[in-house]
């Protein structure tokens, strides 16, 4: 995943109530859209933390 | 060193040498009646990978599809483990081909096509292809040690625009590469390089699951990346050293790259000595393939998908399990429609619960389509659909 093609990033609900968001859901500039898990060997979310260093990107909260 | 010499039986000789050595040494010859082979013994008793180092490098396996327009930056996007790094540099559509060198063995090849011409090169602007390798995948390299071992990287490549091109091996962990030119002789026509590398005695690579060594074939660089002086002996990257005088395969909406039959040995060979490709079975390459993606595609109507339970009525959880254990915990995506067995064909929304190596969770919602603690069939609808995770390097 290029960094340059991500346009939002917004954590998933935790799988058991109470538990921590593991997941994120990555919507690229063309729409599609991934869920990317939140661990460092993960290289999509190695791309998703390049893009969230940049000024005004951000990931969103779950629902 | 002594040696016996034979007379051939019309002409020339051979001859038998023994080396200095210490003791008394003995070499049974078989008792059998044929040629021995000599031209290809040393690959034979010497290769230390069991398997070929380079995965589908016969392009066979293509699991995210065959043919992927409008790319204008880096990723997979077709042939598997096959990716570019991309920027400003065009836009391109990849495909698996059928365009393979005659006679080869060789079925499949990995075409780029350029759709949208960059006639003037930007210098941030960069194009390579890549494969990229698992640190524990490359121990037997011992890089880093004063035992490094010499890579040749072999590759069958039909370029519409001739001229100097750059391979060069990156070392991910320690920000290490060495390159290498070597000319496109001819346009739009299958050529084969072998290129040997020196092993690097600096810079171990991560004995782990991460990305640690590239190939990389740059296609187009920009000044950023061609300023300088090409590095042809291992050493601390820098940018300008990369990829000196290398043309601009974007520079023509006519212009095409076709890649197959790409191996990398653990040793020095040159076109003559190069041991022959490694062919795999189909299932061998995807299941290796698999550890880095896995695409279930839609191939009847109604197809299982994957059990779940019902959580709520509007929400059940499922889960697939993977064959092969990815290299990482995976992404997901899908496409088309996915609905559940024996109702309306609703299409379900879908949100990852779980991702691990070794199984993936999702809850699928639907308005009131399930009932709590029910067991449901999660399945293809009558078009076009997949489910895809993604482990890549």
Same mark, same amino acid.
């Given at each position: 995943?290029?960094?340059?093609?991500?346009?939002?990033?917004?954590?998933?609900?935790?799988?058991?109530?109470?538990?921590?968001?593991?997941?994120?859901?990555?919507?690229?500039?063309?729409?599609?859209?991934?869920?990317?898990?939140?661990?460092?060997?993960?290289?999509?979310?190695?791309?998703?933390?390049?893009?969230?260093?940049?000024?005004?990107?951000?990931?969103?909260?779950?629902? | 060193?002594?040696?016996?010499?034979?007379?051939?039986?019309?002409?020339?000789?051979?001859?038998?040498?023994?080396?200095?050595?210490?003791?008394?040494?003995?070499?049974?010859?078989?008792?059998?009646?044929?040629?021995?082979?000599?031209?290809? *013994?040393?690959?034979?008793?010497?290769?230390?990978?069991?398997?070929?180092l380079?995965?589908? #490098? @016969?392009?066979?396996?293509?699991?995210?599809?065959?043919?992927?327009?409008?790319?204008?930056?880096?990723?997979?996007?077709?042939? %598997? /483990?096959?990716?570019?790094?991309?920027?400003?540099?065009?836009?391109?559509?990849?495909?698996? @081909?059928?365009?393979?060198?005659?006679?080869?063995?060789?079925? &499949?090849?990995? &075409?780029? @096509?350029?759709?949208?011409?960059?006639?003037?090169?930007?210098?941030?602007?960069?194009?390579?292809?890549?494969?990229?390798f698992e640190g524990q995948d490359l121990q037997l390299l011992?890089k880093?040690?004063?035992?490094?071992?010499?890579?040749?990287?072999?590759?069958?490549?039909?370029?519409?625009?001739?001229?100097?091109?750059?391979?060069?091996?990156? %070392?991910?962990?320690?920000?290490?590469?060495?390159?290498?030119?070597?000319?496109? $002789?001819?346009?739009?026509?299958?050529?084969?390089?072998?290129?040997?590398?020196?092993?690097?005695?600096? #810079?171990?690579l991560?004995?782990?699951?991460?990305?640690s060594f590239?190939?990389?074939?740059?296609?187009?660089?920009?000044?950023?990346?061609? !300023?300088?002086?090409?590095?042809?002996?291992?050493?601390?990257?820098?940018?300008?050293?990369?990829?000196?005088?290398?043309?601009?395969?974007?520079? !023509?909406? $006519? =212009? =095409?790259?076709?890649?197959?039959?790409?191996?990398?040995?653990?040793?020095?060979?040159?076109?003559?000595?190069?041991?022959?490709?490694?062919?795999? $079975?189909?299932?061998? !390459?995807?299941? /290796?393939?698999?550890?880095?993606?896995?695409?279930?595609?839609?191939?009847? =109507?109604?197809?299982?998908?994957?059990?779940?339970?019902?959580?709520?009525?509007?929400?059940?959880?499922?889960?697939?399990?993977?064959?092969?254990?990815? /290299?990482?915990?995976?992404?997901?995506?899908?496409?088309?429609?996915?609905?559940?067995?024996?109702?309306?064909?609703?299409?379900?929304? $879908?949100?990852?619960?779980?991702?691990?190596?070794?199984?993936?969770?999702?809850?699928?919602? #639907?308005?009131?389509?399930?009932?709590?603690?029910?067991?449901?069939?999660?399945?293809?609808?009558?078009?076009?659909? !997949? *489910?895809?995770? @993604?482990?890549?390097?």
């Amino acid at each position: 995943m290029d960094k340059n093609n991500i346009k939002t990033v917004k954590k998933l609900p935790p799988a058991m109530a109470g538990a921590d968001s593991i997941i994120v859901r990555v919507t690229l500039q063309d729409d599609a859209w991934w869920d990317v898990p939140m661990v460092n060997d993960n290289s999509d979310y190695q791309s998703v933390l390049k893009w969230a260093a940049i000024d005004g990107n951000t990931i969103a909260e779950a629902d | 060193m002594s040696s016996i010499k034979l007379k051939g039986s019309s002409s020339g000789d051979v001859t038998i040498t023994v080396p200095a050595a210490a003791g008394t040494n003995t070499v049974t010859i078989p008792a059998l009646t044929g040629t021995l082979p000599l031209s290809n *013994l040393d690959h034979v008793t010497n290769r230390q990978n069991a398997k070929p180092l380079v995965i589908n #490098g @016969d392009m066979a396996v293509a699991q995210r599809g065959t043919s992927t327009t409008g790319i204008t930056g880096g990723g997979y996007y077709t042939v %598997d /483990r096959m990716k570019v790094d991309l920027n400003d540099n065009g836009t391109w559509t990849h495909t698996q @081909d059928t365009d393979v060198p005659t006679g080869q063995g060789f079925a &499949k090849s990995w &075409k780029l @096509d350029n759709t949208t011409a960059d006639t003037s090169v930007a210098s941030g602007s960069y194009h390579l292809a890549r494969y990229l390798f698992e640190g524990q995948d490359l121990q037997l390299l011992k890089k880093g040690t004063s035992s490094a071992e010499k890579v040749t990287v072999s590759f069958w490549i039909k370029a519409t625009v001739t001229g100097t091109y750059i391979a060069e091996l990156f %070392d991910v962990d320690n920000s290490r590469q060495i390159s290498q030119a070597y000319t496109v $002789s001819s346009a739009n026509t299958w050529e084969k390089k072998v290129l040997s590398f020196a092993g690097d005695t600096s #810079g171990a690579l991560g004995d782990d699951n991460g990305s640690s060594f590239a190939i990389n074939f740059w296609l187009g660089a920009g000044s950023d990346f061609s !300023s300088g002086t090409l590095s042809t002996t291992w050493t601390s990257s820098t940018n300008a050293n990369r990829a000196v005088g290398q043309v601009n395969s974007g520079s !023509s909406t $006519s =212009n =095409n790259v076709y890649f197959t039959g790409l191996q990398m040995e653990v040793g020095e060979y040159d076109s003559t000595t190069i041991p022959p490709f490694q062919h795999e $079975s189909f299932g061998d !390459s995807l299941m /290796r393939c698999e550890r880095y993606c896995k695409a279930i595609i839609k191939e009847a =109507n109604y197809a299982p998908v994957m059990l779940a339970h019902g959580v709520t009525a509007d929400v059940c959880r499922g889960a697939y399990f993977f064959q092969t254990p990815m /290299r990482a915990a995976p992404s997901f995506t899908h496409t088309g429609n996915i609905i559940r067995s024996y109702e309306a064909a609703t299409a379900l929304s $879908s949100a990852t619960a779980v991702s691990s190596r070794f199984a993936h969770s999702i809850d699928w919602t #639907g308005s009131g389509l399930f009932a709590a603690n029910e067991g449901i069939l999660i399945t293809f609808n009558t078009t076009a659909a !997949s *489910l895809i995770y @993604d482990a890549e390097l």
